[in-house]
């Protein structure tokens, strides 16, 4: 595509380096250019009127860094092209990279700062036109007078994933997922309405929606005899209720479920933002018996000394890291150190994303404790896992 015909925005908290994109953008004969500050007046552009055919996207901001925005471009199925720029060294760089291509965004380019004029052309360059035919996708935002209704009728349901031991491929948990059972759309996955959801103040009720569902059915599990434990999802932003521990610690007690076979999974990179306001909360939920997973861990930018002061018992690695690390030396260094770390602080290590047998071996060969991935089985309804927890008490 012509750089004249091209539509593109740069973000970037350093107005300097707006200003400094701009000359050479210009210079090479791009004529729509747009400018943000901040993650969020980015997204606000991107949901606007106008095209967007590419993104020159910061990584490091204040408030919403470059991959908190990739994160919310593949909510909106973003399909045009994006390059990253860091002053940070280029492993960062070449890790945020697979970091969006497992996101399925589009990414066109990695840029050191300073950016040269070759190292923007090359990049504009390598933009094929046929992806600027849509911005978006399939996944339609739903309203909140939708998973209003959704949660009165209860069409929100709890979906199961089992995480297994790497040594013994034994079942340790089953991670809930919520679905949305829709009467004429069928499943609806959880990026669909759980942003909304905690946007429009319904994360708790649907939090409660879908645990109350899982902690039943995991009681009559467990009154079967099986000896697993349940993953639930925890909006960090929930951390701010000073009730939460009592009000889980009443939902097990009501199913017979003990707090310790309940572990709450909590998001990495949304931990860090509210860390000082959370630990109150996740100390006493520690306090009750809760396992606690650090979710997602490597899309943040958090350290382990900052996340070492909290009381976790689990670290989940994100598949960025996991899937096709073998191929990927940037990735598979994280991965070794994150496990090497959690080690050191008594944390059980989890890899996601483990899709088939070279991710497993993968998980072996660095020692991770847990594996969770399709290779293993997919998020499935409770009769289907039923049937998969009796299939493998057979086997
Ligand atoms: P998550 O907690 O990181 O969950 C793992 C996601 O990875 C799930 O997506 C799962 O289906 C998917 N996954 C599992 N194995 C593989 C694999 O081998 N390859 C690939 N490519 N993907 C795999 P899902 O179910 O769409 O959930 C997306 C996110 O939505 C979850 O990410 C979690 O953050 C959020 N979520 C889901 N249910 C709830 C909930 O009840 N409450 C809250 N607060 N968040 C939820
Ligand atoms: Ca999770
Ligand atoms: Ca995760």
Known sequence: MQNKKLSVLIVDDNSLMLRQVDIILRQLGVEQISFAEDGMSALSQIDGERRIDVIL??????????VEVMRHLAMRGYQGGIALFSGEDSRILRTAESLAS????NVIGALSKPVTRLALQNTLASFQPQQT????????????EELQFALDKLQIEPFYQ????VPDKRLRSVEVLARWRHPEKGIIPPIAFIPVAEEQGLIDRLTNVVINQAAETF???????FDFNLGMNICADSLAHVELPENL????????????RIELEITESRLVQNLKTSLDVLTRLRLK???????DFGTGY??????SHVPFTELKIDRAFVHDAHKDSAAYAILESAVELAKKLDMVTVAEGVENARDWQTAADIGCDLAQGYFIAKPMPAADLDRWLHEQKRS
Do not use: Y
């Open 57 to 66: 996207l910061d990584l490091n901001m204040p408030d919403m860094d470059g």
């Open 102 to 105: 497992v996101h399925q965004l």
């Open 133 to 144: 035919a849509k911005n978006f996708n399939a996944i339609e935002p739903v309203t909140v």
């Open 162 to 165: 089992p995480k297994v031991r």
């Open 219 to 225: 009681g009559r599990w467990l009154a079967a005899g």
């Open 249 to 260: 610690a009443a939902i097990a007690k009501r199913h017979s479920v003990p707090c310790e």
């Open 289 to 295: 018996g809760f396992g606690l997973a650090i979710d």
């Open 302 to 307: 958090s350290s382990m000394s900052q996340l």
